[in-house]
């Protein structure tokens, strides 16, 4: 095989791993505890689970990113402090809202850092076997 062709394939490998779906494990249970936590004592006056999750959700992030969602969060919550929350708060309440999203667990945490929360690809909720 040529090295063009080579690199061709590493190009290749490297872009189908860059990204991640959600579906894939994208958080840790305990990262979506803490999101939980999070979400209960910042969020849930205000908000109910409910109106994150099923088709609201869909419409809204499948196609999108975790970086979009995190993003979003921290620019207008909570509503009369919007950014109050440390990053990692804002990404561990977006790993609970993929748990309430059925989105399973995996063994690493969503990451904090933004360039790899853009590789994390909101994808349609997977479907019950």
Known sequence: MSRLALVALFGLACAAHAQ????AGAYSAA???RGQSTYRTECASCHAATAYTGESFRRSWV???AYDM???LRQTMPNDEPGKLSH???VDVVAY????NGYPAGTRPLPNDDAELKKV???PKPRAK
């Open 20 to 23: 991640k779906p959600a579906s």
């Open 31 to 33: 990262q979506a505890a």
């Open 63 to 65: 196609g999108r990113s």
């Open 70 to 72: 995190v993003s979003h």
């Open 88 to 90: 990692q708060q804002y």
């Open 97 to 100: 809202l993929f748990k309430l």
């Open 121 to 123: 690809r909101i994808d």
